[in-house]
Nanobody, 119 residues
């Protein structure tokens, strides 16, 4: 079974920083893509950033310059550094991965980690 385990969420004041972590484990032949999405209350899940293996990083336009994604291909991890956080960044943040388990390629999601930014 493939698992994505996140950590690093929490409560922070506006202007502060948080770093999210995610590690993939289980039967994984190849990691094709890893990244982060978020879902605020009453809204649809939206892209934060993804970093495909061998490809260009994709950021939500509104988050460029404040959020930075990084990946460790060997460790199968993805981090998200979030700076100058704003109350509108409050959401559940989900780790995402597109993985090849040797049989099929599927999208996987973590359980989510809450980020709350107070004004």
């Amino acid at each position: 079974q493939v698992q994505l385990v996140e950590s690093g969420g929490g409560l922070v004041q506006a202007g502060g920083s948080l770093r999210l972590y995610c590690a993939a484990s289980g039967r994984i032949l190849r990691v094709l893509d890893m990244g982060w999405y978020r879902q605020a209350p009453g809204k649809q899940r939206e892209l934060v950033a993804t970093r495909p293996t061998g490809g260009s990083t994709n950021y939500a336009d509104s988050l460029k310059g404040r959020f930075t994604i990084s990946r460790d291909v060997v460790k199968k991890t993805v981090d998200l550094q979030m700076n100058n956080l704003k109350p509108e960044d409050t959401a559940i943040y989900y780790c995402y991965a597109k993985l090849d388990d040797g049989v099929d390629v599927n999208d996987y999601w973590g359980q989510g980690t809450q980020v709350t930014v107070s004004s």
